[in-house]
């Protein structure tokens, strides 16, 4: 059963950091890429950012790009979205997604959804 694991979320101030992790199983992991998307209260799901396992290509919504950095490390079925300079706007509940092949910040795109995790950061 292919299962995907948020985690690290939590309350921040503004500009502050937060590290969350993805940890999948039941898969194999070199051969999915996995997605970061939140979701806001009242707004549709959006992409974050994704990482293709098979070459680590890493792709940045434009909101995201220079705060935030997508990691993986297979060895541990883990991928990491380190968040720095947080704001307000940023408030959302995370979810990391799985889809084989190559990765895209298109929501149906991907297969497997983890449970979400809540970020929320405070002016």
């Known amino acids: 059963e292919v299962q995907l694991q948020a985690s690290g979320g939590g309350l921040v101030q503004a500009g502050g950091s937060l590290r969350l992790s993805c940890a999948g199983s039941g898969f194999t992991f070199d051969d999915y890429s996995i997605g970061w998307f939140r979701q806001a209260p009242g707004k549709e799901r959006e992409g974050v950012s994704c990482?293709?396992?098979?070459?680590?290509?890493?792709y940045y919504t434009e909101f995201a790009k220079g705060r935030f950095t997508i990691s993986s490390d297979n060895a541990k079925n883990t991928v990491y979205l380190q968040m720095n300079s947080l704001k307000p706007e940023d408030t959302a509940v995370y979810y990391c997604?799985?889809?084989?092949?190559?990765?895209?910040?298109?929501?149906?795109?991907?297969?497997?959804w983890g449970q979400g995790t809540l970020v929320t950061v405070s002016s």
């Open positions: 990482i293709t396992s098979t070459n680590g290509r890493t």
């Open positions: 997604a799985a889809t084989p092949g190559s990765g895209t910040l298109i929501a149906g795109w991907y297969h497997y």
